[in-house]
């Protein structure tokens, strides 16, 4: 089994966050001020046997599940999609 892990620096937007993801960045364009600082997000992806994909977060002790190629927006983790 293939496990991923992977760290990327913690961006902070001062204008525009979230105009850049979709549906918004789709429809009106995006525009954005951010920077990274010294604090990380840390992913793990594991394969799994169904089509499901499961989103945790240990800070916000929260799970959710999603159907693999599911394009629905909604805010339940759905930065994660």
Do not use: Q, W
């Not at 549906?23 to 604090?39: F, H, K, L, Q």
């Not at 799994?48 to 805010?75: A, H, M, Q």
């Amino acid at each position: 089994m293939v496990i991923i892990r992977s760290k990327a620096p913690f961006r902070i937007s001062f204008g525009g966050g979230g105009t850049d993801m979709a549906p918004y960045c789709m429809e009106n364009g995006g525009c954005v001020i951010s920077t990274a600082i010294d604090r990380y997000v840390y992913i793990t992806i594991k394969p799994r046997t169904d089509e499901l994909i499961r989103v945790s977060s240990p800070i916000l002790t929260e799970t959710k599940e999603f159907i693999l190629g599911d394009k629905e927006y909604n805010e339940d983790l759905g930065i994660f999609k």
